[in-house]
Each structure stands twice: as C-alpha cells, then as structure tokens.
C-alpha cells in the first residue's frame, strides 16, 4: 500500500523530532549531572581486607579496594618467569596506568614472554603515544572497528571489555578494575585473585581472544593444555563473533533456582524483560532480592533509562539500595549463601548480548559468606529507595525518563 507523499513526510518529520527530543534530553541530564560531578570532592567508603577463601582446591582472594588489588597484581607481573597475559577494557595514561607499563615492560626486559590486550574505543581519550610499549612486549589493540566489510554484522560487534591478568598458568585476576588512579582509591569496586588449577581457565580465555579477535595479525599463543573440571569453579565468556551469551543464562538459571536471598551489585542496573519477570517472580514467591546500585554513576544517561524499571521492581517487594559518595562499579551476585559470581558483566543489554565479557561462577557456602559480608559493607553506605519516594519525585525526572526510555535497548 503507498502512503500519499504528504504522510510519508509527516512521519518523517515526526520521526526526527522525537530522536531530536531524545538527543537534547539526554544531553542535557548529561551536561547537569556533570556539573555536579565537578562540584562534589571524592569521599572514602567503606571496604574489606583482601579475604582469601579456598575453594576447589584454588586459593580465591577477593578485593573491594582498588590500591590493594593494584599491588598484588604489579606483585604478580614482578614475580613472573615465563609469562604475564594483561588484557583490560580501560587502561588510563597516569600514574596507575604508568605503574602497569612500566611492571609488563620489566617483566619483558628480563625474558618473560608479556602480550597485553586493550579495546581501542575505550581508550580512545588516551594520548596515542602512551601505547607505545615497551621493546619485547606484544600488543593487540582489539579494534575500533572488526570485520572489515562486514563490520555491521552482528558477529563482528562488541567492545573487548574483559579484565584478566594470568601470570605463569598460576595466578590469575578478573573482575570489575580497570588500570587507572581514578579507580585506585575512589571507586568501590570487586576483583578476584584465583591461585591453582583454575587459573588455566582465564589463561585459555584470554589466549582465545588474542588468537582469534579482529585486528591486526600477530603471533599466536599456545592454549593451556590443562583445564578444570571442579563443578564449584566455572568461567562463562560471552563471544559475539561466535554468538554465545552464557553469562545471561547463567543468571536466569541462578534467580529461578534462588529459595531465600538475591543479593545483587551492579553499576548498571538496565536489564531486559526476562531478567526482569525473574526477579519478580523471585520476589513474589518470597525470596529476599535486594541491589545495590550506584546513587549516580559515571553514565549518566545509564542511570536514567535504569530508572525506567524501578516503579515495577520497587512495587514487586524488590529492594533498591542506593551507593553514596562514590561510584560502584562491582558485577557481583550472591544467592542463597550457596552461589555466587564475580566477573566484568554488566546486568545490561551491552554486557548481556554485546560485549566480549567473562564472569566466574562460584558454588561455595563459604565463599558466598565472604560476598554477603561485603555486600553488608556496602550496604552501610546505602540509602534504600522505597516506593513512596520514588513515586514522589519531579515531574520533570517523569517526563525525562519518558523521553529518554526509547534509548533503552541500545545500552
């Protein structure tokens, strides 16, 4: 059926004043939340002691402050004798991010085989000249843009936006931390330190990536020959070139089975339909679903299109508590003091069925007794959202979240 030449441009117009409507909106909730930011100094928080827990035979040591994960990781690369595997989503050019370059550049200066892997999209804003490694280091920059004519396929999206350091098959991190100072003291966020056979696993993850990703052609690495069996200890990576996506499975499968506590922290809380009528009906049969979330993130318009799911949560029994004083950037989950998982996920569309991601399944009463300590931790930094409040706020917030949902299913 042709539609009169009149009404094709009606709706045209009417199509782009709306994305219009949406850019201005989300530029200006941007443009007043960064004004804030500028006027608020950095405050502490509250954190635990590194906490080593055994598990599986693996020695796991879980870290919420991040001067403390930084020095056991530069300890690691410093302690290395045949080779050092460093990939991370951000990796800032300041004196964190110097402390790492200099540590990879030592470790090669005395014969250790160091291959470092960073997205280029997330670095964007970094000087150029800071990834000019040193001599003996092999780096891939995951590209801005894979697949070469076929960059628009979805195989070829998604940014590399895991966080894995192996050293000699022995040790491994993984978690929430990027490299930079910002994170070292003002950010309050959750790494693993996993010593034994498991560290295999994050080793062939990142020999996988770095064999296989887009970009330019390097030297390949060699997988590790031996893998974990320990059913308490799984890695679930998500691949868009393969599409595979276990990581939203994984919690799909964990809040059906959940019978009395959902203790979520994530920094993004933007989940889709199906992780949403989980948690409610997780909720309505009882269970205790509590998260914490971040008072204001560093994505503003993140935590705008997130609030567009609390008036259901909230009015589900679901508890919303809200970080104060400082941006928590944690991917934890804890449930039922019997499972538990640490790793770089997001519970969002782009970390769920977007980007390269990695999180560590966890069954072990006593390491989901550590996660719930630190979860009380924080939440001695909350202040909860009810429904009364939330239902009271501006009309003005009300009518931006309206605007601004459209955008949802891109984040």
Request: some cysteine; hydrophobic content about 45%; overall charge neutral.
């Amino acid at each position: 059926m042709a539609f009169p030449h009149g009404v094709k441009r009606a709706a045209l117009i009417g199509a782009a004043t709306a994305v219009g409507v949406e850019l201005v909106t989300a530029a200006a909730v941007n443009a007043a939340a960064t004004a804030g930011r500028r006027r608020r100094k950095p405050r502490g928080f509250p954190y635990r002691e590194p906490l080593t827990v055994p598990v599986a035979g693996n020695d796991i040591t879980v870290y919420t402050y991040g001067a403390h994960l930084y020095d056991a990781m530069i300890e690691a690369i410093d302690a290395a004798v045949d080779h050092v595997y460093l990939e991370t989503f951000i990796w800032k050019c300041d004196p964190v991010g110097q402390r790492f370059m200099a540590a990879v550049g030592r470790a090669a200066h005395r014969g250790v085989k160091v291959a470092c892997l960073y997205d280029v999209f997330a670095n964007i804003v970094v000087p150029a000249t800071f990834f000019r490694f040193p001599p003996g280091v092999m780096v891939h920059p995951f590209p801005l843009v894979g697949g070469g004519l076929k960059f628009l396929h979805p195989r070829n999206s998604g940014r590399d936006h895991r966080k894995i350091l192996v050293v000699d098959s022995k040790v491994a991190f993984i978690g929430g931390y990027n490299l930079g100072s910002l994170y070292e003291h003002h950010w309050r966020d959750t790494h693993l330190r996993i010593e034994g056979e498991f560290a295999y696993e994050l080793e062939d993850a990142f020999v996988r990536q770095w064999n296989s990703s887009p970009g330019a052609p390097r030297r390949r690495l060699t997988p590790p020959a031996e893998r974990s069996w320990a059913p308490e200890l799984r890695l679930h990576r998500n691949t868009p070139r393969l599409f595979v996506y276990p990581i939203r499975g994984m919690y799909l499968d964990a809040i059906a089975r959940a019978h009395e506590q959902i203790w979520l922290t994530h920094a993004y809380l933007i989940p889709d339909a199906d992780l949403i009528g989980a948690l409610v009906d997780a909720a309505a049969r009882g269970v205790d679903v509590s998260i914490i979330i971040p008072a204001q993130s560093n994505h503003v318009l993140a935590d705008w299109l997130a609030r567009d799911h609390y008036e259901v949560l909230l009015s589900s029994g679901i508890k919303l508590f809200l970080y104060q004083g400082a941006m928590i950037h944690s991917k934890t989950a804890t449930i039922d003091h019997t499972w538990s998982t640490v790793g770089t996920a997001n519970l969002d569309t782009l970390s769920l069925l977007g980007n390269y991601e990695a999180n560590v399944e966890i069954i072990n009463p006593a390491f989901a007794a550590a996660m719930e300590d630190i979860f009380k931790t924080d939440l001695g930094n909350c202040i909860p959202l009810d429904i009364e409040t939330w239902r009271r706020r501006p009309w003005y917030a009300r009518l931006s979240e309206t605007i601004l949902a459209p955008l949802r299913p891109l984040f």
